[in-house]
């Protein structure tokens, strides 16, 4: 597997490019920009690729996405393994904001197209991460997977409301790209594409653009395209107990070579914001069941006050509805079951009806699916006040191995 060779985006113009003779014109008008800070912001540093866990799933959650899910085109069990080699070893390289390959993007030979696309050059690492999954259709008869594939990797059922579209669905190999820079994110997808070339195809793709939840107590919490804040009561990396219950395979549920991995289930939601947008105040609050200001539970005063389901109006109503989201939602109406929420807006220009393409690709891990995205799904797709503004048009279930140990490859466990 290919060691940490790739070049420096930022330090470019060192040891490694020396011996290449050609694009030295190049490596000046890089250096310019690998000593501009000006794209960067805040931390703008790297997040470690190896290690126990993927990285990207407690990571706090950076302000961008590029998601895509992958179709596996070739049937050669050898060739999916080598690309996951590749893409390991490309991973490793894109998240330290290092180019990918030998010579990187403009380093190499006149002769040959560039090993890496270029577009990331001179930009920080933008704490990117790269996390991935396998699809259930991973694991039909192709590569010899079936007797591997987890019980907890159901198809999902179908649910109430569901307007699923194929094309923006399902999928054998899912990559979250997440960065605090968009063309980060689209670099590293389209490079580990590229790279997948005849091997694998992109099945469909997502932007997002701003972060709908926290992963940290040290996040702020954003809002939603609705305007309320999302991701107050989601899992925390502060959490460790709480992470070991809900969100990480233990060995006891097995396969071995999960233990450490995750479920990502996605979804992207069309929102309908133009309706939405008709909605008095006090309708909106009591959909999501928060006050829309400050974020706290309805009757109470701050964002992280423990929600009271017995408090009551004076008309004796519960303060929080009962087909109010947060109700439905909750643990405690879902035999204690919680998610590590980390979706984003997305804004995929309009619909061709006036209304704008607008929504949450909603993106949540945990222990086992069948516990807990599909128990608090089928509760909120019977019941949630939210449906009347909402619909569900994509849907895909992923099973993320652990993190990747170094000279290791992502799901290498699985292979053996
Ligand atoms: C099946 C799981 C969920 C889907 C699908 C979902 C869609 C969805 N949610 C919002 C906005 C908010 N959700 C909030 C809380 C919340 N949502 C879920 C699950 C799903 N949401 C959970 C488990 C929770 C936490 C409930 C709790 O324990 O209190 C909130 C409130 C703030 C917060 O706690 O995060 C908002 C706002 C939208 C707009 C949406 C689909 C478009
Ligand atoms: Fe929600």
New binding site residues.
Partial sequence: MTERTGISRRGLFGAAGAAVATGVAGYAAHSALATDKSQASGDDGPVEFHGVHQAGITTPVQDRLHFAAFDVTTTKREELIGLLKEWTAAAALLTAGRDIGQYGAVNGPDEAPPEDTGEAVGLPPARLTITVGFGPSLFDDRFGLKAKRPKALVDLPHFIGDDLEEARSYGDIAVQACSDDPQVAVHAIRNLARIGFGRVAVRYSQLGFGRT?STSRAQATPR?L?G???????LKLEDADKLEQQLWVQPEDGPEWMVGGSYLVS?R?R?HIETWDRTSLGEQEGV?G?GKGT?APLGKADEFDA?DFTAKNSDGEPKVPTDS??RL???QFNNGA??L?RGYNFVDGSDGLGRLDA??F?L?YQRDPRKQ?IP??TR?AKNDK?NEY?HHVGSAIFACPPGVQPGGFWGDKLFT
Avoid at 228 to 234: E, L, M, V
């Fill in positions: 939840s939603n609705f309320f804040k999302d991701g107050t009561n989601n979804r939601i929102m999501i928060r974020g929600i989201h947060v939602a909750h643990p919680e998610l929420r929504g949450l909603f949540a995205f608090i799904q909120l939210m909402i």
